[in-house]
């Protein structure tokens, strides 16, 4: 970089920046203790896709959109508000542009609607940087993060953040050790953005594999996903990893693009209602009460998608809380059937061998 450490933008001064290079060793905990220790604060940044102290990885060819797409989470986690039906915490973003020209980036900036925001701090570095190997700018990154306190770090592109081969593991193992040590003690979500390899013409859907460099940039993210253009306006969200299994169910998403509007579920991809798998499942089960980790197994969803819709669902009177378990765990009871799944009534009914009533729905 042309710049000095001491002209460099958001440096104040040496003291004022954590040393590199010490290492602590870590608390001795028991398991007890760990399952004890609070989450971070703002645990979900952007629904579950993107959680403190993760790694979310977005891969695709050059010109896919990864950059729009990214710039829509960008929106929704500054702003508080919705991006493919996750809804972002609201808070600071900090973002390393290492490729982008100048008109580029004020275009995003202006079609996201955020070229009046003060919560997303944006910085150019054409040349790149060293992250792995040089310890003022790693200081100076790290100084940014420490003053601003961000929700999510954006950092593209990856391979423009380091000297050195992306194939190269030990050096990529290095870079991310930093950058992974950075988004746990802080608890912000980083979020990379990488390019896909050449794909095999007889391939039919791009896989994680295809992600060009080391495995060691995704092996420890959380969420990895995938974007691929299939027709001008039409394009597919590959959910490639999700190590917590906070997600859906499905492997991908097909999505509307403009350069307007950025990307939007495509409303004729959408799956089932899960209201009407959580109905379906209670109904079935023959069970008066059920907790939400019973609902779960029985209905094929994650836990934390059910618990969203059981809440939404009991603000609607679809279910009810009845008497706990043994365990102390919520127990609810299924009143009646969505309005998306009345048409189902009669033939569960029939299944179950008994009528509407009997079943308290």
């Not at 999700?242 to 990307?263: A, N, P, Q």
């Amino acid at each position: 970089m042309a710049t000095t450490e001491h002209e460099m933008p958001g440096w104040a001064g040496e003291d004022d920046y954590p040393l590199h290079g010490s290492w602590a060793p870590p608390d001795d905990l028991s398991a007890r203790e760990v399952c004890e220790l609070p989450l971070p604060e703002g645990q979900e940044v952007l629904g579950p896709i993107a959680r403190a102290g993760s790694r979310l990885v977005v891969g695709g060819k050059s010109g896919e959109g990864k950059t729009t797409f990214c710039m829509g989470m960008v929106r929704a986690v500054a702003d508080g508000t919705d991006f493919l039906g996750w809804t972002g915490c609201g808070g600071t973003v900090l973002i390393f542009d290492l490729e982008q020209g100048l008109r580029t980036v004020q275009n995003q900036l202006k079609r996201n609607g955020l070229h009046e925001s003060d919560l997303v701090r944006y910085y150019r570095i054409p040349d790149g940087l060293a992250l792995e190997s040089d310890e003022t700018q790693a200081a100076w990154v790290e100084g940014l993060i420490i003053r601003y306190k961000p929700v999510m770090v954006l950092l593209d592109p990856l391979y423009k953040a380091h000297q050195g081969d992306s194939n190269d593991e030990r050096a990529m193992v290095d870079m991310m050790r930093r950058l992974d040590k950075w988004r746990d003690v802080h608890g912000f979500t980083l979020t990379i953005p990488m390019h896909l390899r050449k794909m095999d013409p007889r391939a039919t859907d791009p896989t994680m594999d295809d992600i060009f460099g080391s495995g060691g940039l995704t092996r420890g993210a959380e969420v990895v996903l995938g974007l691929r253009k299939n027709a001008p306006g039409h394009s597919t969200l590959y959910f490639w990893k999700d190590r917590d299994g906070d997600l859906h169910e499905e492997s991908k998403w097909k999505l509307l693009y403009s350069h307007h509007d950025g990307f939007e579920r495509d409303p004729e991809d959408k799956g089932p209602d899960p209201g009407e798998l959580i109905a379906r499942a209670m109904a079935l089960s023959g069970a008066m009460l059920m907790t939400a980790k019973q609902i779960a197994t029985a209905s094929g969803m994650s836990g934390d998608r059910v618990k969203t819709a059981l809440v939404i669902m009991e603000a609607m009177g679809t279910v009810e809380q009845g008497a706990k378990g043994a365990h102390g765990a919520m127990r609810y009871r299924l009143l009646h059937f969505p309005d998306t799944a009345l048409k189902r009534v009669e033939e569960i009914a029939a299944a179950l061998g008994a009528d509407d009533e009997d079943e308290g729905f």
